[in-house]
Each structure stands twice: as C-alpha cells, then as structure tokens.
C-alpha cells in the first residue's frame, strides 16, 4: 500500500517555465514532508521541507506547497532551469524526529532548454 | 565537512552468493545511519537504521542483515542472495534530532543473476 503516491512518473518543462511536481498521501499522521532531488548514479540530495503547522515554505526558486485536506502537496519550481533535470521524490514522516521516512517512487522532471 | 562512502557502485553477483556492502561516514560522530533500497518502478524503501555501535533496527523481514562494527561504519550482508534483492541500496546518515534530513551515499545497483 502505497502511503506516498507521486502520480506522474514524468514531465517535460520548457526552460524558464514553472515546473509543478506533484505528491499525494494517505497518511493523516504525517506531519513533516521533504523533497528529495536526485541525478543519475548519485544518492538523493534534500531539497525542501515542510511541517504540517505551514502551508507553504520557499527557498529561492524552490516553493513547497501543503494542502493538509486533501493530503496533497506539491514543488514548484520557477524558473525551471537545465540543471533541475532530476528525480525529485516527494517523502512523510509522522513525526520529525521519526527515524521512518516514507518514499513516493519519483518524478522524473526534464526541462527542456 | 561530512561525507559519506559507499561502495562498490555496482554488483554484479549469481544467485545464492554472499553480499557485502559498506558505508562509512566522515566529519560526525554518534550519526543515526540507514540503508536504503529502491526496487525497480518503486520509491525509497527503509530497510535498517542504526542510532548506535551495535545497535540495529529492521523495517521490514527480508533475507539481508546489517551491522555497525563501529561508530561511522555501516555493512549490509547477505548469505546468499535472491533474485529478489536486486536494487539500488543506498547508505544514509542523518545528525541530531533532524533524522528525517538524510544525507545519502552515491548507491550501489545490485544485479542479482
């Protein structure tokens, strides 16, 4: 049963654009969510979190957005560039000192230049 | 700075031989450490953690095994692999009360034939 659903396994930005990757859960006890970015041959690298007390945290062309009722979050990246041509994973915890993160299977993003 | 090794980056092995891999962390001390696998077309799986030397926690019942000799070093094993345990594992370490910011090795693709 997955409890992180990142619905779309890809997606095609042009450069410049907005990229909106997207994350749904099933969890109501998740309450800190975290993005993770990851290129080909490398461990996935932090990108972006945030607690369930927010509705949206921002760092530089970075935002996160939570809507906790409909258990939806997303990542917009604006403006997309090159170089975030990645696997973004979107990841829950029920807590933040949990030891359990739970993984969505990823999006692949390619932004087109 | 803290960095993080993994090795090998990739396995080739038959099915039924051992499996070892290693992780080792530099630049902390005392850090909570994590395997990772991610199967084909699935997300990030928690397979073990660790918050200390000798201290190890399993997620979920499977044929591997984890040890922490030392404070920094982290092994997965195998007696004798499946087909099944083919992946990407990935070693992680997080710091302090923050466990869910994980800061991951480079992975192995294990292929188990």
């Known amino acids: 049963d997955q409890q992180v659903k990142q619905n779309s396994p890809s997606l095609s930005v042009q450069e410049g654009r907005i990229s909106i990757l997207n994350c749904d859960y099933t969890?109501?006890?998740?309450?800190?969510f975290l993005w993770y970015k990851k290129y080909p041959a490398e461990g996935p690298t932090f990108l972006i979190s945030?607690?369930?007390?927010?509705d949206k945290n921002e760092d530089g062309r970075f935002t996160v957005f939570l809507n906790k009722s409909a258990k939806h979050l997303s990542l917009h990246i604006v403006p997309s560039q090159p170089g975030d041509s990645a696997v973004y994973f979107c990841?829950?915890?029920?807590?933040?000192?949990?030891?359990?993160?739970?993984f969505g299977k990823g999006t692949k993003l390619s932004v087109i230049p | 700075s803290q960095t993080i090794h993994q090795w090998p980056a990739t396995l080739v092995q038959p099915v039924g031989s051992p499996l070892s891999l290693e992780c080792t962390v530099e630049g902390t001390s005392n850090p909570n450490l994590y395997w990772y696998r991610q199967a084909a077309g699935r997300g990030l799986q928690l397979l073990f953690y660790s918050v200390g030397i000798g201290q190890i926690s399993s997620e979920v019942p499977q044929n591997l095994s984890a040890s922490r000799p030392q404070d920094r070093q982290f092994i997965l094993s195998s007696k004798k692999l499946l087909l099944s345990d083919s992946g990407f594992y990935l070693c992680a370490w997080s710091g302090g009360q923050l466990n869910e910011k994980l800061f991951f090795g480079s992975g192995t693709q294990l292929s188990v034939l």
């Open positions: 945030i607690s369930s007390i927010k």
């Open positions: 969890n109501s006890m998740f309450d800190y």
């Open positions: 990841a829950a915890s029920e807590n933040r000192g949990s030891y359990q993160l739970t």
